[in-house]
């Protein structure tokens, strides 16, 4: 017994664009980084891998904009998926190194992290101490200078912060009586 089928070519076009899909998706992911900015990738990116390392789950949204009077802010959700905004002014996000930009990053995620755990905590230490489980204190000492610098301000470390680690003090002790 002999089948007869005919495939139009609108059905051969769809086969075709299926089998691409299927064993070709490097070629999707490339067409998607192209859609992209590469600020905005290199900010995704940079997302997706603190949220693993902090251990959030929550979905966030980045969007860089041409102005931010914080410089940086997260939003917290206002939809049912619990979606969070970080935002990042474009300038702002220019200025920072990659390091700079992690840490900063890291300390806006803390927030996300608390509203998730304890929401009524929500403080900038406490946003910085959660921050640091990912990045080095260095570098968030790096960004509040850049933030303090251009809001022409002065803020205490320590407040924000907390402590610098004993450790680092004994340190300096001991390679100041070298």
């Known amino acids: 017994m002999r089948c007869r089928c005919r495939v139009s070519r609108n059905s051969a ?3 075709l664009a299926l089998f691409v899909c299927a064993f070709a998706p490097g070629a999707l992911a490339a067409e998607r980084a192209n859609a992209t900015s590469a600020p905005e990738g290199r900010l995704r990116a940079i997302v997706s ?3 693993l ?4 789950t929550s ?9 931010n009077a914080l410089m940086m802010s997260v939003e917290a959700p206002t939809d049912t ?9 474009a300038s702002f996000l220019e200025a920072l190194s990659d ?3 992690e840490a900063a990053v890291a300390h806006e995620l803390g927030h996300v992290w608390i ?3 304890h929401p009524f905590l929500q403080t900038e230490e406490l946003a910085n101490q959660i921050a640091m489980r990912a990045v080095k204190r260095e570098s968030l000492e790096r960004v509040y200078a850049k933030v303090w610098q251009r809001g022409g301000t002065k803020g205490d470390l320590a407040r924000f912060l907390g402590d610098a680690p004993a450790a680092s003090a004994a340190g300096l002790a001991t390679d100041s009586s070298r």
């Open 13 to 15: 076009l769809a086969v």
């Open 49 to 51: 891998d603190l949220k």
């Open 53 to 56: 390392r902090l251990g959030i």
């Open 59 to 67: 979905p966030i949204v980045v969007s860089i904009v041409a102005s």
């Open 81 to 89: 998926r619990k979606t969070f905004l970080l935002s990042v002014e």
């Open 99 to 101: 390091d700079e930009l």
């Open 115 to 117: 509203f998730t755990h």
